[in-house]
């Protein structure tokens, strides 16, 4: 991003923008492993096709997916597959700090059990 013009700045913006909405990374999800329409994608989600056809267009202004006629059907499938590499890097970070949480906890807790121990012998 060093030297990125205020335009550019914008795009990774909006790009990052399309990525923070649930719905649109279950729909991305979805598509990875392969074309779908919007009714199996709403049916898969919980959501409407109404919602689903919403998110498609926001993730194709984006660059995202794109959609493919076909008589009266339309497919979309993802059109930048880098975006599994971002998502993959971005949730094995989680999963790290989530594994972090766990072993501190733990260790928390492992700590303030002989402490509890010790001052419930001491007020008898």
Do not use: K
């Amino acid at each position: 991003m060093e030297n990125l013009p205020p335009q550019a700045l914008e795009r990774v913006a909006a790009y990052f923008r399309a990525l923070s909405e649930p719905t649109r990374l279950h729909i991305l999800n979805l598509l990875r492993s392969g074309e779908h329409n919007v009714g199996e994608l709403a049916q898969a989600t919980g959501y409407t096709s109404a919602n689903v056809s919403r998110h498609l267009s926001f993730l194709m202004q984006q660059g995202l997916v794109q959609r493919e006629s076909r008589g009266t059907a339309v497919y979309y499938s993802i059109a930048d597959p880098a975006v599994y590499a971002l998502c993959d890097l971005v949730c094995g970070n989680i999963a790290r700090q989530q594994e972090r949480t766990a072993v501190e906890h733990r260790l928390f807790a492992a700590n303030a059990a002989p402490a509890a121990s010790r001052r419930r012998r001491s007020a008898r």
